[in-house]
């Protein structure tokens, strides 16, 4: 067997361990550890405010053209939009916990948990959530969508009293 013949299947083999390299170098666009570093850290952040009554990191992460989708609620878009949603609400207890994260080094998902609480501690909400964040010209990693919903059910109406009818 000649030598020759062995270099097209040679050439083969090595063309297919490059695009393996390839793909999985973090310039082929993966989600690399700093990515899903930068992002837990702004829902660290976020909670961290919001739990000293600062609402602006929260905000922070959020894009101008967002899409919030809190549960119960219609849509809200922009971030004017959802800006004023926040600060309609009541001072709470967060906890935010991204559980998963991902994508590549341009789009990710982020799925997690969240409770509210009272300030006193009574239970207020717990469910879970999807974020889109995408990485903006800077750098940054902003939420494009914010879906989340409660995992408790909704309150039903108490029943009402079938109203006395007086006699003739």
């Known amino acids: 067997m000649k030598i020759t013949s062995k270099i097209p299947g040679l050439i083969t083999l090595l063309l297919c361990l490059l695009i393996i390299i390839e793909c999985q170098s973090p310039e082929s666009g993966a989600l690399t550890e700093a990515d899903k570093d930068y992002i837990t850290n702004f829902y660290k952040n976020a909670v961290e405010g919001w739990n000293q009554g600062d609402r602006k990191p ?44 991902i994508g590549d080094n341009k789009l990710a998902v982020v799925r997690g948990v969240f409770t ?53």
């Open 58 to 101: 929260y905000l922070v992460r959020l894009a101008e053209d967002v899409n919030y989708m809190p549960s119960n609620n219609k849509i809200i878009v922009g971030y004017n939009a959802v800006k004023e949603y926040i600060y309609s609400h009541p001072e709470v207890v967060a906890e935010i916990n991204p559980v998963e994260i």
């Open 116 to 168: 509210i609480r009272s300030k006193e501690g009574q239970l207020l909400d717990e469910g879970k959530f999807l974020n889109v964040v995408e990485k903006n010209s800077d750098g940054k990693w902003l939420t494009t969508y914010d879906i989340f919903n409660s995992d408790l059910p909704l309150p039903v109406p108490a029943a009402e009293e079938p109203e006395e009818t007086s006699g003739n």
